[in-house]
């Protein structure tokens, strides 16, 4: 999709990090947002933010913003923010299934309800979006891109934050699963996986946003997890950066969205050992 200006994008998880970075940036390509998140006062801050935004030369003017508190893990409430998009804009056209959680820790430490918390926000979050937005975006019959946001950490499992990456695996096995199935049926929507390294965000905070039936006792590895990534995204990417690459990856209509070329090489390096039957070695 070329063209932004005048579209309806949604953007999940728009209160902070990535999400907020998304939300700015198609703001000033003039589009109108519904943005969603569980956090009220950030979710307020970025639709202000966005509705003070420069409007980037040769657009044709600014879009509106609306905000939708939203639990993306609760199929009910997504289903909700999408009758809302399509009642009150008559249209989506960008969707970015973008909330996510992290926590780290062993597989063999963590407690269900860790799991049920992860995979609720980044997995069941990704397929909620997919299932309120998508038939009404297939029939509305205008162009039309889903992004999800993975992560490197769905094409690589770093030490000592297994769950995680079962969770963001599988959120790159849905993106995939869409994208082929959109291409087979001759769909005009087009699909992007974002997999981002560490980026400047909140992410160490996750547990913020945790609701309170999910809390469980941290652990040692647990916590150690928890402050590297703190510790590795406060040394990451700018996200307007990211917010970059995604509006090129829909332009230019790409699936796979990295934030360095060195991921591929990663990638190889890890296809080759798996093809000789070695565990690989990524450090
Ligand atoms: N920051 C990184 O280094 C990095 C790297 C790769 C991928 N990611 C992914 O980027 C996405 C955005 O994270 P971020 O880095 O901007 O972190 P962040 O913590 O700054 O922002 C995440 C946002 O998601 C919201 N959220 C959490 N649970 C939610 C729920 N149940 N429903 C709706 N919203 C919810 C939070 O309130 C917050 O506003 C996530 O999917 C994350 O996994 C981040």
């Not at 019959?141 to 769905?154: L, R």
């Not at 332009?251 to 591929?264: C, I, M, N």
Request: charged share 20%.
């Amino acid at each position: 999709m070329r063209e932004l200006s005048g579209k309806v994008a949604v953007v999940t998880g728009a209160a902070s990090g990535i999400g907020r970075a998304l939300a700015l940036r198609f703001a000033a390509e003039g589009m109108t947002l519904m943005l969603a998140d569980v956090d009220h006062g950030g979710l307020a801050e970025t639709a202000a933010m966005a509705a003070d935004v420069e409007i980037r030369p040769g657009t044709a003017g600014r879009g509106g913003v609306l905000t939708q508190i939203t639990d993306v893990s609760d199929s009910w409430a997504v289903r909700h923010l999408a009758d809302r998009c399509f009642g009150e804009l008559g249209a989506v056209h960008v969707l970015c299934n973008n909330a996510g959680v992290f926590q780290g820790g062993h597989l063999w430490t963590r407690e269900e309800k860790d799991l049920d918390w992860l995979l609720g926000v980044n997995l069941w979050g990704v397929l909620h979006g997919i299932h309120a937005f998508v038939p009404r975006m297939i029939e509305q019959d205008t162009e039309g891109h889903i992004v999800n946001t993975v992560s490197v950490a769905g094409l690589f499992v770093a030490p000592g934050s297994g769950g995680y990456s079962v969770s963001k695996f599988a959120a790159l096995a849905a993106s995939l699963a869409l994208a082929q199935d959109l291409s087979a049926t001759g769909s005009r929507l087009r699909v992007s996986a974002l997999c981002p390294g560490a980026v400047d965000t909140r992410i160490g905070e996750s547990d913020r946003s945790r609701p309170p039936g999910l809390v469980t006792t941290p652990t040692p590895d647990e916590l150690e997890s928890r402050e590297r990534i703190g510790r590795a995204a406060g040394r990451g990417l700018d996200p307007a950066e990211v917010a970059d690459l995604v509006v090129t990856g829909i332009r230019e209509e790409r699936f796979l969205l990295l934030t360095d070329q060195k991921y591929a090489a990663r990638l190889r390096l890890q296809t080759e050992a798996l093809l000789t039957g070695n565990l690989p070695d990524l450090r």
